[in-house]
């Protein structure tokens, strides 16, 4: 069993409810949505090349998933995060579509600052309670990376954090015909309104992988006032 935290729109607004529709499925009630009608591509296509983003739901990554220590358990993951989300304030940060790392994503067009600062506490607050991946799942990922990214998925289980840290919602897996890119861009400027959405954080969200290759879903959304909202199954 894996968890991770999460930013995830709050159940009911407006960019919960189109990324949900966007992936075919919403991580808070682990239900199926209707996806959107796309004129320009098949519905077996538009299912194929968001088929990982939606196992893995509408979310950013704050803290990656990772295994618990074997004596925490999801009360005092839950705990703990609260305590470390007490420390931010709400705040807004507007969204544009753009291409990373070969796929789709909404990302910050301002307000980069306090994400990472957001992320960086998941990372190190978190820390404590989180087992680092093995060595042989380490050496798999490292032959990819950069010197500092293997100094960083050995101390903290993942490379793309601090410095390379990247918010971003993501909607596509990775597109390696640009034509099929292009009009993925396209459907998805309609679909999210031109990429006109703002977030707003003011919660972290902490989703869960009950087995391995399971979809996702979302256990809680912990507010920045102290509030944890439950979502059972």
Do not use: N
């Not at 996806?35 to 320009?40: E, K, L, N, Q």
């Not at 591509?41 to 803290?63: D, I, V």
């Not at 087992?131 to 993942?158: I, M």
Request: hydrophobic share 50%.
């Amino acid at each position: 069993m894996r968890y991770a935290l999460y930013y995830a729109p709050r159940p009911g607004s407006d960019l919960a409810e189109r990324g949900a529709a966007w992936l075919g499925r919403d991580a808070v009630s682990g239900q199926a949505v209707a996806r959107p009608i796309m004129d320009s591509l098949s519905a077996e296509r538009f299912s194929q090349l968001t088929a990982a983003p939606a196992c893995y739901g509408w979310h950013a990554t704050l803290k990656a998933p990772f295994a618990p220590v074997p004596e925490i358990g999801e009360a005092e993951l839950i705990a703990t995060t609260q305590a470390l989300a007490q420390r931010f304030a709400p705040f807004t940060v507007p969204l544009r579509i753009e291409t990373l790392a070969g796929f789709l994503a909404l990302r910050p067009a301002d307000g980069t600052a306090s994400l990472a600062e957001l992320a960086a506490a998941c990372m190190v607050g978190l820390a404590p309670l989180a087992q680092l991946p093995d060595a042989a799942a380490q050496a798999r990922r490292a032959a990819s990376l950069t010197a500092r990214e293997r100094a960083l998925l050995a101390r903290w289980g993942y490379p793309y954090v601090f410095e390379y840290y990247r918010f971003h919602l993501t909607l596509s897996d990775r597109l390696a015909d640009p034509a099929e890119a292009e009009r993925l861009a396209t459907l998805a400027e309609t679909h999210f309104a031109g990429g006109a959405l703002t977030a707003e954080i003011d919660a972290i969200a902490l989703f869960v992988e009950p087995a391995p290759g399971a979809p996702f879903h979302c256990v809680a959304h912990i507010g920045f006032d102290g509030e944890v909202q439950r979502h059972d199954h």
